[in-house]
């Protein structure tokens, strides 16, 4: 596949500037950046058209804030401008081409894709009961603190040939360890990191039912033996090519009455798909507690996607 090349400028023109600055600003036209920004919109964005196209850009310091739900994470925040500003500006060219290059079984943080559609593609996975007869379930340790910017650096070069692209890329790669949860570009870099890993799966192991959101892994096989060989060699592949490694805490199973995958939310089954249990007790809670009708609507949008008729007959009476 020939590397792209001259996108640099694309991202630096000021119309992409300014549909930047429009998408980033989306939901946040109070917050105290977009504020200030807006004492001076078309001069900020020539300023940073400047800083861009001088190489004068150097990413602003981070402030972290911590979350608990689903689980502990340190996450990173950037200022509006010129940050949050300039890594739009980069995906409004770059987010075509990342799409082009992931494989159709990644789902975390891509347009059109997602948990909902992660758990519709898993349930009509599983209606073939015979090659859907064993689970092999895991994830990375520590996935985002752990990638190796050097090796990032290589995956994306060899896709892409423009080298101001590639500067930014840098910068902005370099300006934290691993990868900072909570920025724009993050979500994009971390499913890169993983892609030709995805294209190993589904190409040279032929593996047919692979799911990946994030860094949590499914693979189905019609027996546990072709899971756990399957299993060591992707241990050996993280390790050798990408510096990750598997957590140990890795499942090889059954798909049986007794046991479900538990994924993206979900415990799916051959016949029936249910919630999981944590995720159905904070829609009751909601209920109960009458949350904004947008929270409970969201739940709700949430419990279609399973077999849960019964539990939204019972919430809404």
Known sequence: MKRKNNLFNQITSFDNLRLADTRARKGKGSQYGVKVFDRNPEGNLLLLQELLINKGYQTSEYS???????????????????????????????????????????????????????????KMAIQDKTATAYCLKLDITKFYPNVDHDI???????????????????????????????????????????????????????????????DDIVIFASTAKELHKLRVEI????????????????????????????????VFWHTHTFMRKSIKKNYARAVKKK??????????GWAIHADTKHLRRKLAA
């Open 64 to 122: 972290t804030f911590k979350v608990y739900e689903p689980k502990e994470r340190l996450v990173f925040r950037l200022k509006y401008f010129p940050d949050r500003i300039t890594h739009h500006a980069i995906m409004n060219v770059m987010e075509p081409l990342f799409a082009s290059w992931f494989t159709n079984d990644t789902y975390s943080s891509i347009k059109g894709k997602g948990i909902h559609a992660a758990a519709n593609a898993v």
């Open 152 to 214: 990032l650096k290589q995956l994306l070069r060899r896709k892409i040939k423009d080298r101001d692209l590639l500067w930014i890329l840098d910068e902005i790669i370099d300006s934290a360890p691993g990868i900072p949860i909570g920025n724009y570009l993050s979500q994009y870099f971390a499913n890169f990191y993983l892609t030709y890993f995805d294209h190993w799966i589904k190409e040279t192991k032929s593996v047919k039912d692979y799911f990946r959101y994030a």
């Open 235 to 266: 241990t050996e592949y993280l390790k050798r090519e990408l510096k990750l490694d598997v957590k140990g805490n890795y499942q090889v199973f059954k798909i049986c009455k007794r046991r479900g995958l538990d994924f993206v939310g979900y």
């Open 291 to 300: 949350k904004p009708k947008s929270t409970l609507a969201a739940y709700k």
